[in-house]
């Protein structure tokens, strides 16, 4: 997601990652696809050689659209291709400035324009020094472009200790090293324990306690961060709405927009596109409340939908895509799926313990749901709630194993974004000295070689599509 116009964001920074090293270890160099794209047609199921699961049977943990042939894939297909791609012309000319035909045209992408992103931990980016701080670190620069700060900008946390305030400035500071986007988690609950509030105050301190929680976390990181999820839960915990009023969280909102004029500032709940056991869908609560918001002249941002799915509840990807358009059609916002993870309830037992059913249900659902939220136009970025389960809240529902061992649902994540939605294209000039192809969204090297000669250049893929010249020399 980008700053809000005019907020000073720098637009792509390059990461200086090896990306050519991770794709290489993925086995996604040098494969075709449609339009430029890497790997099989988007939103296809994976082939018998890279599923794991090839043979087992389904199970009990179903959900809709997960059959091979299910409606949704053709047109999750011609959404991405029509949404995600954009056509690339490279022109290539001489010394003199002619152009030249049959010179070699090497087009690589370098990093996506969509935001693939991950829950960030404080422990991990900011002064671990061990192996598995190292690797954790190293997963988090290379194979995601976007991070949530999980813990550290929480209020209580925040104010718990100088400690927790340190670590959290030098997670932020590295996150932006690495050219991530970051958003912070989160401005308000209205929640006393988790804004470290006395409930026993009067209404008019506890007003104020929740405006100074707010301005400081937004102040001290005012130009750092991407967005915040600006108000997170206004369904799930509505304690300190109750006691002071309603009509105080416009004023919240108000006071987060003062003290971060750059930042995005977004709603966040759970229970929107997916279902989470221990409430209802609040799909239709979500949209008044931010009609009402809207109605009370607050800037509202983005939408964010947190969508943890466990294993036993999955949501139908087409009610998925019904949400999303429902989302898009009353309000022009960009949503982010901000919290997205497939817990698998096993517990102490871990992700070994558990099924092949629930396994292959788990890899085949991070599939098709990332196809789906990836196909709508209105979806900006995904954030997977943590990826290593050395440390997280849901360790089943992690990427990679406590030894780093990648799970069959992160690899089915590597192999469509590194993969099936990566391009790398090679060809040659025509007579007009013109190669044209098509790409993903994103940020690219272009080199051009006729003999002795060569030249390149970078350019951004976005809507519109892009033309750039090279001149040999």
Request: hydrophobic share 35%; with cysteine.
């Amino acid at each position: 997601m980008a700053r809000k116009s005019g907020a000073g964001s720098d637009g792509y920074r390059d990461t200086g990652l090896d990306r050519r090293g991770l794709l290489a270890g993925l086995g996604a160099v040098g494969l075709g696809g449609f339009g430029g794209c890497q790997g099989g047609a988007v939103g296809s199921t994976p082939t018998a050689t890279e599923d794991p699961f090839a043979g087992v049977e389904a199970g009990r943990y179903q959900y809709g659209g997960r059959a091979e042939d299910a409606d949704w894939r053709a047109d999750a297909r011609d959404r991405i291709e029509r949404h995600r791609t954009a056509d690339l012309a490279v022109t290539v000319v001489d010394e003199e400035g002619a152009t030249v035909e049959g010179a070699t045209v090497d087009v690589t992408m370098q990093a996506h324009e969509f935001n693939w992103g991950t829950a960030a931990n404080g422990e991990k980016v900011a002064g671990d020094d061990t192996d598995d701080g190292e690797r954790f670190r190293t997963v988090l620069a290379e194979e995601f472009n976007y991070a949530t700060v999980e813990n550290r900008l929480r209020a209580f946390r925040w104010r718990g200790s100088e400690e927790d305030r340190e670590e959290a400035r030098e997670m932020v500071a590295w996150l932006n090293e690495q050219g991530h986007d970051v958003r912070g988690h989160a401005l308000f609950w209205e929640d006393y324990e988790w804004m470290d509030i006395d409930p026993e105050q009067s209404p008019e301190a506890v007003n104020e306690a929740m405006a100074d929680r707010i301005t400081e976390r937004a102040n001290e990181f005012e130009g750092q961060l991407a967005d915040w999820d600006c108000q997170n839960h206004p369904f799930h915990r509505q304690a300190v709405r109750r006691d002071v009023g309603k009509e105080r969280v416009p004023e919240w909102w108000a006071t987060a927009h003062e003290a971060d004029t750059e930042a995005a500032m977004g709603v966040n709940e759970m229970n929107i596109l997916t279902r989470y056991p221990d409430s209802g869908g609040w799909l239709d609560d979500l949209v008044e409340w931010v009609e009402w918001l809207q109605s009370e002249g607050v800037t509202v941002d983005a939408i964010g939908c947190q969508c943890h799915a466990p294993i036993d509840n999955l949501a139908d990807i087409p009610d998925v895509l019904d949400r999303l358009d429902t989302l898009d059609e009353r309000f022009d916002l960009p949503v982010y799926v901000s919290e997205f993870h497939v817990p698998l309830w096993t517990g102490d037992a871990g992700w070994d313990r558990a099924s092949e059913e629930q396994q292959h249900a788990q890899a085949d659902y991070v599939r098709d749901f990332l196809t789906a939220v990836f196909s709508h136009p209105v979806v900006e970025t995904v954030v997977h709630w943590n990826f290593w389960a050395g440390w997280a809240w849901r360790p089943d529902s992690c990427f990679y194993a406590e030894d780093w061992t990648l799970r069959p649902h992160g690899r089915q994540y590597q192999r469509l974004v590194f993969e099936e939605w990566w391009t790398d294209e090679s060809g040659e000039t025509d007579d007009s000295g013109t190669y044209a192809t098509s790409g993903f969204n994103g940020e690219y090297e272009v080199t051009a070689a006729e003999g002795d000669r060569s030249g390149s250049t970078t350019v951004t893929l976005s809507e519109g599509g892009a033309s750039v010249e090279i001149q040999l020399s």
